[in-house]
């Protein structure tokens, strides 16, 4: 069966700078049975500038967007279009300024989407879901807010889909979002009775940053991407990250039923707390609360989530993500280039530890320092291999102070009292003459060591694993969950503990051999590329299996045609040869035929309407 | 974060007790941290459990040789250290998942967080967000940042200046010369003095934000600019030629030829560039900072309006003295009118094209460009046979006011409309919004 896929990227993947393009690079490539097209949102002119990708046959069709710029402001709205933005924005402000919890509990998060009070039938497909028991309701106050969010995750959701509409109607809100009565809303909402306490001391700058950063978040609405030739005609949306970039996904959602499944490798919410730590706590509180809700809005909706690893997938679930929905996606590798060194026997010199990747102050290269020097004091015979490249300015200083203090811990050294001596510590880079590829940097150690205190997805540990090396890490970011078992994992920051695990694998060869064995089973089980293309494979099926789109057939005459798509087109494999171009699901559709999409029954065709009261302001507080 | 390593050191509780009375209810239900050395699979996440490989367990660090050093942990309250190491974070925090990133951007997991009795790092974020006091964390913000602007350097002056100087060389030039050498400099001397206009526009207080795209400008505001200056410099003088039944030779630059050429008025508006630079600069700055001062947009646009006016009026007052001074030095009549609403007009249309409001400049230079070529097609018509009636209006404003009575209406009309516009749009927080994003 083929799926037809629209791969909705945010400055990612068909821009050579894109984030995360190796990925979408090889999923696309690594899925030629599935035809894709991909939306690109572009984040400069740079960017832009520097062009795309090549692009495989399968890549159907390309559409891009700058995030940066606006093409144009779009049309002035009229009277009652103004009057309807109005509406939908206070709506919008009331829900940023409500004060309650801007995502749900982990004790939410069993939630089942379909006991959420859907407006206007949103949910075409919600007998198709295997429907999910919700959690019994441990105590009433649990109940109440668990209600209470849900009014609010609908009330931003009605705000959210209005503004929508309202940009589908008049092509366009670019204008409308940044203008004065769209500040005006956001102050209204800041000093409304029952508003957050941070939000009541937001200032007109406050004000004016916190309507543009919307704006700019919201400026997907605007695109005319949710037509019937466009996402509107695909199978299945697949977001390669949260936020603006699943936009679009949970909007041809909202207007053609397609169901959205979302990959994310960082969440962004998490870096949005990160990136704005420097703003005014009004800002930061009510842009917070926006990205929160939109983060448990795209969670609600999505049919599927695939976070890349447990980190995220710990922050998806706090933000209101079904279990039942979460698969983790371990992020794949290439494996044929450790293949070498992998499996052959180890020919690596004794004693050697090896410590790859990016030097820079997060990878406590001093506490590593330390701690060889206790492991110097048990095995005097050990070496140690910094093979890496300073990051940045920081991390050429960090690297210069490295140097340092590996002179003073430990004096050069030869063999006899004519030979010339060395320091047992040496930094070298990749490409030089010691180390000239980064699997023979793996390949010169018997134990690898990762002393990060700082560290997301180890992929200098991946990398040692696909070697087949037996690893000392520290207990940071992913690592124990990468490691699984496979190596030893030591408290990061402790120089002691780190120099007693390497001891033990430098006296014990029988270990090392069985753990680097393990490590390189796990890792080509689980972090190859294959791995990864396979598992979104499945799920696309999976997904398209569970929530098919729902597209009536029109003749000529705006009539429905009953039989139009037959069942074969339904059924696995390929009956009639590839598609032609227009229906996905009606490959023998009569030409001419049009192709639309409908997103729930007739009578909920309309805007949708409001499905709750507000909430009453004296239970808005946190 | 220099301090985290005392964190991971293994050892038992300095203390049973709970450590304040919050703590106390829960104290009792809770296990005993756990220390650093459990074995690693128990904690390996469940979908990538690894079934081939045998569990490796961690060494225990020290803990057999070395007693554990609870004086190094200090008080018995380990989250309040840690409150007190990420104090600054948790008094910024606007809710418990900032308090989350930031703890896990400086690497704390929910390993880190077993050790202060918490699930995960969110439970301990929220108990931070819980106990940290913050009575003025906002008071500590100032919006500096937004009232920061580049001050105007000498560069920018020199480029306000260069329509004046360029027009003044022109104007002289022109009277020293005669004959053919004299229309050369003429046309060279127009072309010199739109260059330098462009140039005083390009950047400065007076230039649209960077980064404003090219379909911003409406077609034709150029235009109808151009119109009205080149009507400011020769209309008036073609009608009255008019009147006379002339005008019998093109203009020649001076103002006692058979098309006399108002040379004062245009020569003040170059020099105008100066002080309009200086009081668009003005403007945006005070603005700013009232912006940055003021507590609500109501506020905000009551302490603009004044400052609108003012400026204007100050750029009015500097307009006039300029006219006077360069009747005085050409021997021209000043022409104070039709200088003084055209300059008005340029000065309001500037103003709202630099913050973002392009249609209605364009629509009143527009509608004042109109009525001037209006008029004079009326006047012009007027002289074919049997179409006397059509320039009965403007002959009998020519009769009453002059032929500076046609151009004064006419801007001084859609002045007064752009400035009572001005006054609605310009007071409005989102028309002084910092520029755009980078590109």
Same mark, same amino acid.
């Given at each position: 069966?083929?799926?037809?896929?629209?791969?909705?990227?945010?400055?990612?993947?068909?821009?050579?700078?894109?984030?995360?393009?190796?990925?979408?690079?090889?999923?696309?490539?690594?899925?030629?049975?599935?035809?894709?097209?991909?939306?690109?949102?572009? /984040?400069?002119?740079?960017?832009?500038?520097?062009?795309? %990708?090549?692009?495989?046959?399968?890549?159907?069709?390309?559409?891009?967007?700058?995030?940066?710029?606006?093409?144009?402001?779009?049309?002035?709205?009229?009277?009652?279009?103004?009057?309807?933005?109005?509406?939908?924005?206070?709506?919008?402000?009331?829900?940023?300024?409500?004060?309650?919890?801007?995502?749900?509990?982990?004790?939410?998060?069993?939630?089942?989407?379909?006991?959420?009070?859907?407006?206007?039938?949103?949910?075409?497909?919600?007998?198709?879901?295997?429907?999910?028991?919700?959690?019994?309701?441990?105590?009433?106050?649990?109940?109440?807010? /668990?209600?209470?969010?849900?009014?609010?995750?609908?009330?931003?959701?009605?705000?959210?889909?209005?503004?929508?509409?309202?940009?589908?109607?008049?092509?366009?809100?670019?204008?409308?979002?940044?203008?004065? +009565?769209?500040?005006?809303?956001?102050?209204?909402?800041?000093?409304?009775?029952?508003?957050?306490?941070?939000?009541?001391?937001?200032? $007109?700058?406050?004000?004016?940053?916190?309507?543009?950063?919307?704006?700019?978040?919201?400026?997907?609405?605007?695109?005319?991407?949710?037509?019937?030739?466009? #996402?509107?005609?695909?199978?299945?949306?697949?977001?390669?990250?949260?936020?603006?970039?699943?936009? !679009?996904?949970? #909007?041809?959602?909202?207007?053609?039923?397609?169901?959205?499944?979302?990959?994310?490798?960082?969440?962004?919410?998490?870096?949005?707390?990160?990136?704005?730590?420097?703003?005014?706590?009004?800002?930061?509180?009510?842009?917070?609360?926006?990205?929160?809700?939109?983060?448990?809005?795209?969670?609600? /909706?999505?049919? #599927?989530?695939?976070?890349?690893?447990?980190?995220?997938?710990?922050?998806?679930?706090?933000?209101?993500?079904?279990?039942?929905?979460?698969?983790?996606?371990?992020?794949?590798?290439?494996?044929? /280039?450790?293949?070498?060194?992998?499996?052959?026997?180890?020919?690596?010199?004794?004693?050697?530890?090896?410590?790859?990747?990016?030097?820079?102050?997060?990878?406590?290269?001093?506490?590593?320092?330390?701690?060889?020097?206790?492991?110097?004091?048990?095995?005097?015979?050990?070496?140690?291999?910094?093979?890496?490249?300073?990051?940045?300015?920081?991390?050429?200083?960090?690297?210069?102070?490295?140097?340092? #203090?590996?002179?003073?811990?430990? !004096?050069?050294?030869?063999?006899?009292?004519?030979?010339?001596?060395?320091?047992?510590? +040496?930094?070298?880079? &990749?490409?030089? !003459?010691?180390?000239?590829?980064?699997?023979?940097?793996?390949?010169?150690?018997?134990?690898?060591?990762? +002393?990060?205190?700082?560290?997301?997805?180890? &992929?200098? %540990?991946?990398?040692?694993?696909?070697?087949?090396?037996?690893?000392?890490?520290?207990?940071?970011?992913?690592?124990?969950?990468?490691?699984?078992?496979?190596?030893? $994992?030591?408290?990061?920051?402790?120089?002691?503990?780190?120099?007693?695990?390497?001891?033990?694998?430098?006296?014990?060869?029988?270990?090392?051999?069985?753990?680097?064995?393990?490590?390189?089973?796990?890792?080509?089980?689980?972090?190859?590329?294959?791995?990864?293309?396979?598992?979104?494979?499945?799920?696309?099926?999976?997904?398209?299996?569970?929530?098919?789109?729902?597209?009536?057939?029109?003749?000529?005459?705006?009539?429905? %045609?009953?039989?139009?798509?037959?069942?074969?087109?339904?059924?696995?494999?390929?009956?009639?040869?590839?598609?032609?171009?227009?229906?996905?699901?009606?490959?023998?559709?009569?030409?001419?035929?049009?192709?639309?999409?409908?997103?729930?029954?007739?009578?909920?065709?309309?805007?949708?309407?409001?499905?709750?009261?507000?909430?009453?302001?004296?239970?808005?507080?946190? | 974060?220099?301090?985290?390593?005392?964190?991971?050191?293994?050892?038992?509780?300095?203390?049973?007790?709970?450590?304040?009375?919050?703590?106390?209810?829960?104290?009792?239900?809770?296990?005993?941290?756990?220390?650093?050395?459990?074995?690693?699979?128990?904690?390996?996440?469940?979908?990538?459990?690894?079934?081939?490989?045998?569990?490796?367990?961690?060494?225990?660090?020290?803990?057999?040789?070395?007693?554990?050093?609870?004086?190094?942990?200090?008080?018995?309250?380990?989250?309040?250290?840690?409150?007190?190491?990420?104090?600054?974070?948790?008094?910024?925090?606007?809710?418990?998942?900032?308090?989350?990133?930031?703890?896990?951007?400086?690497?704390?997991?929910?390993?880190?967080?077993?050790?202060?009795?918490?699930?995960?790092?969110?439970?301990?974020?929220?108990?931070?967000?819980?106990?940290?006091?913050?009575?003025?964390?906002?008071?500590?913000?100032?919006?500096?940042?937004?009232?920061?602007?580049?001050?105007?350097?000498?560069?920018?002056?020199?480029?306000?200046?260069?329509?004046?100087?360029?027009?003044?060389?022109?104007?002289?030039?022109?009277?020293?010369?005669?004959?053919?050498?004299?229309?050369?400099?003429?046309?060279?001397?127009?072309?010199?003095?739109?260059?330098?206009?462009?140039?005083?526009?390009?950047?400065?207080?007076?230039?649209?934000?960077?980064?404003?795209?090219?379909?911003?400008?409406?077609?034709?505001?150029?235009?109808?600019?151009?119109?009205?200056?080149?009507?400011?410099?020769?209309?008036?003088?073609?009608?009255?030629?008019?009147?006379?039944?002339?005008?019998?030779?093109?203009?020649?630059?001076?103002?006692?030829?058979?098309?006399?050429?108002?040379?004062?008025?245009?020569?003040?508006?170059?020099?105008?560039?100066?002080?309009?630079?200086?009081?668009?600069?003005?403007?945006?700055?005070?603005?700013?900072?009232?912006?940055?001062?003021?507590?609500?947009?109501?506020?905000?646009?009551?302490?603009?309006?004044?400052?609108?006016?003012?400026?204007?009026?100050?750029?009015?007052?500097?307009?006039?003295?300029?006219?006077?001074?360069?009747?005085?030095?050409?021997?021209?009549?000043?022409?104070?009118?039709?200088?003084?609403?055209?300059?008005?007009?340029?000065?309001?249309?500037?103003?709202?094209?630099?913050?973002?409001?392009?249609?209605?400049?364009?629509?009143?230079?527009?509608?004042?460009?109109?009525?001037?070529?209006?008029?004079?097609?009326?006047?012009?018509?007027?002289?074919?046979?049997?179409?006397?009636?059509?320039?009965?209006?403007?002959?009998?404003?020519?009769?009453?006011?002059?032929?500076?009575?046609?151009?004064?209406?006419?801007?001084?009309?859609?002045?007064?409309?752009?400035?009572?516009?001005?006054?609605?749009?310009?007071?409005?927080?989102?028309?002084?919004?910092?520029?755009?994003?980078?590109?």
């Amino acid at each position: 069966m083929v799926v037809r896929i629209g791969l909705v990227t945010e400055g990612g993947y068909p821009y050579v700078s894109g984030d995360a393009r190796l990925w979408c690079d090889r999923l696309v490539r690594g899925l030629g049975q599935h035809e894709f097209d991909v939306y690109a949102l572009s /984040r400069s002119e740079r960017q832009e500038d520097e062009g795309w %990708l090549e692009l495989p046959p399968q890549v159907r069709r390309v559409r891009t967007a700058p995030l940066w710029s606006t093409e144009d402001d779009g049309p002035a709205l009229g009277r009652r279009a103004r009057r309807r933005f109005r509406e939908h924005y206070e709506e919008l402000a009331a829900v940023l300024c409500a004060g309650d919890a801007p995502v749900q509990g982990p004790s939410v998060s069993a939630e089942s989407p379909s006991s959420v009070s859907d407006p206007a039938g949103l949910e075409p497909d919600g007998s198709a879901r295997p429907s999910e028991s919700p959690e019994p309701a441990s105590a009433g106050s649990s109940a109440l807010s /668990r209600e209470a969010s849900a009014v609010v995750a609908d009330r931003f959701a009605n705000a959210l889909y209005g503004l929508a509409e309202l940009a589908r109607d008049e092509g366009g809100l670019v204008s409308a979002l940044r203008s004065e +009565s769209a500040v005006r809303a956001l102050e209204r909402a800041c000093r409304a009775p029952g508003a957050l306490r941070t939000a009541r001391e937001a200032r $007109v700058p406050d004000l004016l940053t916190v309507a543009a950063h919307v704006e700019r978040a919201l400026r997907p609405l605007s695109l005319d991407w949710y037509e019937d030739d466009a #996402l509107g005609s695909v199978d299945l949306c697949h977001s390669t990250a949260g936020g603006t970039a699943a936009l !679009p996904g949970l #909007l041809a959602r909202h207007f053609a039923g397609v169901p959205l499944l979302v990959t994310e490798y960082g969440v962004q919410l998490r870096t949005h707390y990160l990136a704005s730590a420097d703003a005014p706590p009004a800002v930061r509180a009510l842009l917070a609360a926006f990205h929160g809700r939109l983060a448990a809005e795209v969670y609600r /909706r999505a049919a #599927l989530i695939t976070p890349g690893n447990t980190h995220t997938r710990r922050w998806q679930e706090r933000c209101g993500a079904d279990r039942t929905k979460l698969r983790t996606v371990h992020p794949g590798m290439e494996a044929s /280039r450790f293949a070498e060194v992998g499996e052959a026997p180890d020919r690596a010199d004794a004693d050697t530890l090896v410590w790859v990747g990016r030097i820079e102050p997060a990878k406590d290269l001093i506490s590593l320092l330390h701690a060889f020097a206790e492991i110097r004091k048990e095995e005097p015979k050990a070496r140690l291999r910094i093979v890496g490249a300073a990051a940045g300015a920081e991390g050429a200083a960090y690297l210069g102070h490295c140097r340092a #203090l590996a002179a003073q811990l430990f !004096p050069d050294e030869a063999e006899g009292v004519h030979a010339v001596g060395d320091n047992p510590v +040496s930094f070298e880079e &990749i490409g030089g !003459p010691e180390a000239p590829t980064l699997a023979e940097a793996y390949a010169s150690g018997t134990v690898i060591v990762l +002393s990060s205190v700082v560290e997301g997805f180890p &992929i200098g %540990l991946v990398e040692a694993m696909f070697c087949g090396r037996a690893t000392v890490s520290t207990d940071v970011g992913a690592v124990v969950e990468v490691i699984g078992g496979t190596g030893l $994992v030591v408290p990061p920051r402790n120089p002691r503990a780190l120099a007693e695990a390497c001891v033990t694998l430098l006296r014990d060869p029988e270990r090392r051999e069985r753990l680097g064995a393990a490590a390189r089973a796990r890792a080509l089980e689980l972090f190859t590329v294959e791995q990864n293309i396979a598992a979104f494979h499945g799920i696309y099926l999976e997904v398209v299996s569970h929530s098919p789109v729902h597209r009536v057939i029109l003749d000529d005459t705006g009539e429905p %045609l009953p039989f139009a798509a037959p069942a074969e087109s339904h059924v696995p494999g390929r009956w009639t040869g590839r598609p032609t171009p227009a229906p996905a699901t009606g490959p023998t559709a009569a030409p001419g035929a049009r192709v639309v999409a409908r997103g729930g029954p007739r009578w909920a065709a309309g805007a949708p309407v409001r499905a709750t009261t507000p909430l009453p302001t004296t239970e808005a507080a946190r | 974060m220099s301090g985290l390593g005392e964190l991971d050191r293994p050892g038992t509780p300095a203390g049973a007790e709970a450590w304040d009375a919050q703590s106390g209810e829960w104290l009792g239900g809770q296990a005993e941290p756990e220390s650093a050395t459990e074995t690693e699979n128990a904690r390996v996440d469940h979908d990538t459990d690894s079934p081939t490989a045998r569990p490796a367990p961690v060494q225990p660090p020290h803990t057999t040789d070395r007693k554990p050093a609870p004086a190094r942990r200090g008080a018995a309250d380990p989250v309040k250290a840690l409150m007190h190491r990420h104090r600054e974070l948790c008094e910024r925090a606007v809710d418990p998942l900032e308090i989350a990133a930031g703890l896990e951007a400086h690497g704390v997991t929910d390993r880190t967080a077993t050790r202060f009795r918490h699930r995960d790092v969110f439970s301990l974020a929220e108990e931070m967000y819980a106990r940290v006091p913050r009575a003025d964390t906002a008071a500590r913000h100032s919006h500096t940042d937004l009232a920061t602007m580049p001050a105007p350097r000498a560069v920018w002056a020199v480029r306000a200046l260069l329509p004046g100087v360029l027009c003044a060389a022109v104007v002289t030039g022109v009277r020293l010369t005669d004959g053919r050498v004299r229309s050369a400099v003429a046309v060279a001397g127009v072309l010199a003095v739109a260059f330098g206009v462009r140039m005083a526009l390009g950047r400065g207080s007076l230039s649209t934000p960077p980064g404003t795209p090219a379909w911003r400008t409406p077609p034709g505001t150029r235009l109808w600019t151009y119109w009205l200056l080149a009507y400011a410099l020769l209309g008036d003088g073609l009608l009255r030629a008019a009147d006379d039944g002339g005008p019998d030779s093109l203009p020649t630059g001076i103002a006692d030829g058979p098309w006399p050429t108002a040379t004062a008025p245009v020569l003040a508006l170059t020099l105008a560039c100066v002080p309009a630079a200086w009081c668009a600069h003005h403007f945006a700055v005070r603005a700013r900072r009232k912006l940055a001062t003021s507590r609500g947009l109501e506020d905000f646009a009551d302490s603009v309006q004044p400052l609108l006016l003012g400026t204007f009026a100050l750029f009015v007052c500097a307009l006039a003295a300029l006219l006077a001074l360069c009747g005085a030095v050409l021997g021209e009549p000043a022409a104070y009118t039709q200088g003084i609403t055209l300059g008005a007009l340029l000065l309001l249309a500037r103003l709202l094209f630099v913050h973002g409001f392009t249609r209605a400049p364009a629509l009143a230079l527009g509608a004042a460009a109109a009525t001037e070529v209006t008029a004079l097609a009326l006047d012009l018509i007027g002289r074919l046979p049997d179409c006397g009636f059509l320039a009965t209006p403007v002959e009998t404003l020519l009769g009453s006011w002059g032929p500076g009575s046609i151009p004064a209406l006419a801007c001084g009309a859609a002045a007064l409309t752009l400035l009572f516009h001005t006054t609605r749009t310009l007071t409005r927080a989102s028309a002084h919004a910092p520029a755009d994003e980078p590109r």
